[in-house]
């Protein structure tokens, strides 16, 4: 699995291209359509469809207009997908004082799901805690986190549907995986999960 990170643009949020036998998922289309598209076709690859780690508004900027331009379908964990059609509980409303809403998700995914790339799985990690539905997606050696876990701290859960006690819970489960894998976080710079969860350690502490 190779995984491509598109330059962040809107709100600093971090996009992800998985490839892998000429085929691509994308993780959180925050930025522009075309340079998803473009960064897709520099790995002659086609897109197959778009995963989310959770529905904030800022991991889903371009959202509506990349299923059109792609003609793929989006997938999002069935309790984040109410945030999808819903400006308030996707938290644009909060920062920005008006409605923004997306088409609901094409497919509804839940914990422990593989989702299958080429020849290789991906599988869905429940990390509630940020938001009701925030996901990891793991793929080997790889794990996108989305806003659950950052390379230096945690994602806040002072937001819709967020809880700090599932948040520990949340870490608590990932301390289960090997320390070695790579995590590609929602914002900022990719860690290894040993390293990453060891500074999440300050703030639960």
């Given at each position: 699995?190779?995984?491509?990170?598109?330059?962040?643009?809107?709100?600093?949020?971090?996009?992800?291209?998985?490839?892998?036998?000429?085929?691509?998922?994308?993780?959180d289309?925050?930025v522009?359509?075309?340079?998803?598209?473009?960064?897709?076709?520099?790995e002659?690859?086609?897109?197959?469809?778009?995963?989310l780690?959770?529905?904030?508004?800022?991991?889903?900027?371009?959202?509506?207009?990349?299923?059109?331009?792609?003609?793929?379908?989006?997938?999002?964990?069935k309790?984040?997908?109410?945030?999808?059609?819903?400006?308030?509980k996707?938290?644009?409303?909060?920062?920005?004082?008006?409605?923004?809403?997306?088409?609901?998700?094409e497919?509804?995914?839940?914990?422990?799901?593989?989702?299958?790339?080429?020849?290789?799985?991906?599988?869905?990690?429940?990390?509630?805690?940020?938001?009701?539905?925030s996901?990891?997606?793991?793929?080997?050696?790889?794990?996108?986190?989305?806003?659950?876990?950052?390379?230096?701290?945690?994602?806040?859960?002072?937001?819709?549907?967020?809880?700090?006690?599932?948040?520990?819970?949340?870490?608590?489960?990932?301390?289960?995986?090997?320390?070695?894998?790579?995590?590609?976080?929602?914002?900022?710079?990719?860690?290894t999960?040993?390293?990453?969860?060891d500074?999440a350690?300050?703030?639960?502490?």
């Amino acid at each position: 699995m190779k995984i491509i990170s598109i330059c962040p643009q809107s709100f600093a949020s971090n996009c992800y291209a998985l490839v892998s036998g000429g085929h691509a998922l994308i993780v959180d289309p925050s930025v522009s359509a075309q340079a998803i598209m473009n960064a897709v076709a520099a790995e002659d690859a086609i897109i197959d469809g778009i995963l989310l780690t959770h529905g904030h508004f800022d991991h889903i900027v371009s959202l509506d207009t990349l299923r059109k331009c792609a003609c793929v379908g989006a997938a999002i964990h069935k309790a984040d997908a109410p945030m999808l059609t819903d400006g308030r509980k996707n938290a644009f409303y909060t920062f920005f004082g008006q409605d923004r809403a997306y088409s609901p998700a094409e497919k509804l995914i839940t914990d422990g799901e593989e989702i299958s790339l080429g020849e290789e799985k991906i599988s869905v990690i429940h990390t509630p805690g940020h938001s009701p539905g925030s996901v990891c997606y793991l793929c080997g050696d790889i794990m996108v986190t989305g806003d659950t876990l950052f390379a230096d701290t945690i994602g806040r859960c002072d937001l819709w549907g967020g809880s700090d006690a599932e948040m520990l819970a949340s870490l608590e489960l990932l301390r289960k995986y090997d320390r070695k894998i790579k995590i590609y976080p929602g914002h900022g710079p990719s860690a290894t999960l040993g390293d990453a969860l060891d500074n999440a350690a300050y703030y639960i502490n």
